[in-house]
T-cell receptor, first 115, second 112 residues
Framework: AQSVTQLGSHVSVSEGALVLLRCNYSSSVPPYLFWYVQYPNQGLQLLLKYTTGATLVKGINGFEAEFKKSETSFHLTKPSAHMSDAAEYFCAVSVYSSNTGKLIFGQGTTLQVKP | DGGITQSPKYLFRKEGQNVTLSCEQNLNHDAMYWYRQDPGQGLRLIYYSQIVNDFQKGDIAEGYSVSREKKESFPLTVTSAQKNPTAFYLC???????????FGEGSRLTVL
C-alpha cells in the first residue's frame, strides 16, 4: 500500500529565505508524485508532478522538487520565499500501474512567510 | 474555460437532514473523485468513479452516497447516517495519462 508522510505540519520562513517542505513516500512499485497548494477556502492547485524521466521537476511559481528513489523522498523547495507563498501544501502519491487513479495525500504542511 | 464546478460553496444543514453537493466537469475526464478535508488530516477519499454508471467506495464511504448517470456529473449526498458531516468537501477529476487530479473550489458543509 502507498502512503505519504510530510514532516512538519507548520513551517515558518522569512520573506526571501529558502523554502523546504519535506515529503517521504512509501510505495512498492514506481510512483507518480505530486505537490499541490491550497489557499484558504479554495480547491487544490497542482504545483508540479513527477511521473517518469528527469528526477528534478520544475513547477509553477518558482517551486521545484527532486525525486530521490534511494531516500523515498520528494521534497519541495523554492530559493526565495514570497509573501504570496503562504498557503497549505500537500504531497501526494499514486501508482502509475493502477487504473483507479487514486491519490494518497499527506497530512499537509502550512507554510507561513514572515515579512 | 474548462474546469470543475462545485456548488454550493457554503451549506448549512440541520442534524438529520440529507444534503447533496453538486460537482460538474467539462474536461471530458472519465474518472471523478470526492475527498473530505478536515484540519490536520489531509484529504480522505470518500467515493470515486472511473466510468459512467459505476463507482467504488473509498476509505470513508460510510454515511455518503453518490451517483454517476452522466460523464460530466458526480453528485455526493451526505446522509443523516454520517455522524460527523461538518467538513470541507472537494471534488476532482483525473487525466488519463499522468494521473493528475483537477480540483473544484470545494463545498463547506456545516451541520447546526
Amino acid at each position: 500500500a502507498q502512503s505519504v508522510t510530510q514532516l512538519g505540519s507548520h513551517v515558518s520562513v522569512s520573506e526571501g529565505a529558502l523554502v523546504l517542505l519535506r515529503c517521504n513516500y512509501s510505495s512498492s512499485v514506481p510512483p507518480y508524485l505530486f505537490w499541490y497548494v491550497q489557499y484558504p477556502n479554495q480547491g487544490l492547485q497542482l504545483l508540479l508532478k513527477y511521473t517518469t524521466g528527469a528526477t528534478l521537476v520544475k513547477g509553477i511559481n518558482g517551486f521545484e522538487a527532486e525525486f530521490k528513489k534511494s531516500e523515498t523522498s520528494f521534497h519541495l523547495t523554492k530559493p526565495s520565499a514570497h509573501m504570496s507563498d503562504a498557503a497549505e501544501y500537500f504531497c501526494a502519491v499514486s501508482v502509475y500501474s493502477s487504473n483507479t487513479g487514486k491519490l494518497i495525500f499527506g497530512q499537509g504542511t502550512t507554510l507561513q512567510v514572515k515579512p | 474555460d474548462g474546469g470543475i464546478t462545485q456548488s454550493p460553496k457554503y451549506l448549512f444543514r440541520k442534524e438529520g437532514q440529507n444534503v447533496t453537493l453538486s460537482c460538474e466537469q467539462n474536461l471530458n475526464h472519465d474518472a471523478m473523485y470526492w475527498y473530505r478535508q478536515d484540519p490536520g488530516q489531509g484529504l480522505r477519499l470518500i467515493y470515486y468513479s472511473q466510468i459512467v454508471n459505476d463507482f467504488q467506495k473509498g476509505d470513508i464511504a460510510e454515511g455518503y452516497s453518490v451517483s454517476r448517470e452522466k460523464k460530466e456529473s458526480f453528485p455526493l449526498t451526505v446522509t443523516s447516517a454520517q455522524k460527523n458531516p461538518t467538513a470541507f468537501y472537494l471534488c476532482a477529476s483525473r487525466t488519463r495519462n499522468t494521473g493528475e487530479l483537477f480540483f473544484g473550489e470545494g463545498s463547506r458543509l456545516t451541520v447546526l
